[in-house]
T-cell receptor, first 114, second 114 residues
Framework: AQSVSQHNHHVILSEAASLELGCNYSYGGTVNLFWYVQYPGQHLQLLLKYFSGDPLVKGIKGFEAEFIKSKFSFNLRKPSVQWSDTAEYFC????????????FGKGTKLSVIP | ETGVTQSPTHLIKTRGQQVTLRCSSQSGHNTVSWYQQALGQGPQFIFQ???????GRGNFPPRFSGLQFPNYSSELNVNALELDDSALYLC?????????????FGEGSRLTVL
């Protein structure tokens, strides 16, 4: 069974600091990778995704992630965080075409201090 | 807003009871998935419905069952409730015909089992 590990449970940053959230997955075959975000009081929504091609993918609100196949990693980055980035971030992996089953990590809570 | 609506938003049940949770999918989406999110955990896949049939299931016992209706709305039923069933239950819809892997989540139904 595949699994997803997110290394940080809670990250606290000041505004303008750079962000990197770690994500590693266990599945050895072809995967699709996602980062979802949940802002306080809101539903889960897609931040960015990787299916194929350029391993550096860009998402909404200035976020990007890099797929490193040899390391089974898909880390999320942002050069300069804002207070509005305070949220919980979930890494997820999907394996197999035709299925929408996502395996999620436990999530990383990001708190940005003004 | 994603267009995915869930009801009820909160409910309290006692151990051994049965519960039904409802979900209306986003317009144009014919696939519905259900996830369980326990406190401090990421969402965990329960099952997926497409064309009114279950076509994928996670590691959940048979007392978790579901239905999908011709209008693509869905129900999640849980029998013989246990304390560990206390969680946020998320419904997500997606268009099976376009395998983007992006799920559109509702805000969830929070179930407390006493």
């Amino acid at each position: 069974a595949q699994s997803v590990s997110q290394h940080n449970h809670h990250v606290i940053l000041s505004e303008a600091a750079s962000l990197e959230l770690g994500c590693n997955y266990s599945y050895g075959g072809t995967v699709n990778l996602f980062w979802y975000v949940q802002y306080p009081g809101q539903h889960l929504q897609l931040l960015l995704k990787y299916f194929s091609g350029d391993p550096l993918v860009k998402g909404i609100k200035g976020f990007e992630a890099e797929f490193i196949k040899s390391k089974f990693s898909f880390n999320l980055r942002k050069p300069s965080v804002q207070w509005s980035d305070t949220a919980e971030y979930f890494c997820a992996v999907k394996s197999g075409a035709g299925s929408y089953q996502l395996t999620f990590g436990k999530g990383t809570k990001l708190s940005v201090i003004p | 807003e994603t267009g995915v609506t869930q009801s009820p938003t909160h409910l309290i049940k006692t151990r051994g009871q049965q519960v039904t949770l409802r979900c209306s999918s986003q317009s144009g989406h014919n696939t519905v998935s259900w996830y369980q999110q326990a406190l401090g955990q990421g969402p965990q896949f329960i099952f997926q419905y497409y064309r009114e049939e279950e076509n994928g299931r996670g590691n959940f016992p048979p007392r978790f069952s579901g239905l999908q209706f011709p209008n693509y709305s869905s129900e999640l039923n849980v029998n013989a409730l246990e304390l560990d069933d206390s969680a946020l239950y998320l419904c997500a819809s997606s268009p099976m015909t376009v395998n983007t892997g992006e799920l559109f989540f509702g805000e969830g139904s929070r179930l407390t089992v006493l």
